[in-house]
């Protein structure tokens, strides 16, 4: 392959490798063009299924940044480029090759890591975006209800117990400035009286 092309390869490579969510690597040694036909069919809107060179493929991982991918490729590689959910793209890939033995997951690359064959399998163990999804949306529904409620409680005792200091407090006495106001007034009275008697 004349350099040039190699080049061009290994840059269109980089640029998927970065445009992924994930890479899941497999060895389709043995697998018919049907079933190959059929993987790519089931993962479609997921993920890119790709036959590459481990030469161009390692050159593109070691230029995006990628260590360590280079053990994964041994043996006839096909990787999954996962556009989408990496978890159901996987979840895939484990079901084909129940169905296809010819077909092997050898390992993956996420989140700036390399995982083994049994990490990249045990990512189709896990629940898919959608259920965690849904199961944190429906914690955080719980949480809100139980932060009201206790907000709720909070208020209910706090007006309590105002009511309750409120009625420990002794009755109103006349103000000060009241009773003062009512002195001059008899002062004034029982002097209009003393004049009165003169």
């Given amino acids: 392959m004349p350099n040039a092309e190699k080049t061009e390869k290994v840059a269109a490579l980089k640029e998927r490798i970065q445009g992924s969510e994930a890479l899941l690597l497999t060895e389709y040694r043995g697998l018919t063009v049907h079933d190959a036909t059929e993987l790519r069919?089931?993962?479609a809107g997921q993920a890119q299924l790709s036959v590459t060179k481990n030469t161009l493929l390692g050159r593109a991982a070691s230029e995006a940044g990628i260590?360590?991918?280079e053990e994964l490729l041994t043996g006839p590689t096909?990787?999954?480029f996962v556009e989408g959910d990496v978890v159901a793209t996987a979840k895939k890939i484990v079901e084909a090759a129940k169905k296809f033995p010819a077909l092997v997951l050898k390992g993956a690359y996420m989140d700036g890591q390399?995982?083994?064959a049994d990490a990249a399998k045990a990512l189709a163990d896990l629940e898919?975006?959608?259920v965690m999804l849904s199961k944190i949306a429906g914690?955080?529904?719980a949480e809100m209800s139980r932060a009201a409620s206790m907000f709720q409680a909070l208020q209910a005792r706090f007006l309590g117990l105002l009511e309750a200091y409120r009625d420990k407090l002794p009755?109103?006495?006349p103000e000060p400035e009241?009773?003062?106001a009512e002195e001059p007034h008899v002062e004034i009275e029982s002097a209009e009286s003393a004049q009165g008697e003169e």
């Fill in 139 to 141: 914690m955080l529904k």
């Fill in 178 to 180: 009241t009773a003062a």
């Fill in 67 to 69: 260590e360590g991918l």
């Fill in 114 to 116: 390399v995982l083994s």
């Fill in 171 to 173: 009755a109103a006495e």
């Fill in 41 to 43: 069919r089931s993962l």
């Fill in 128 to 130: 898919s975006r959608e």
């Fill in 78 to 80: 096909a990787v999954a």
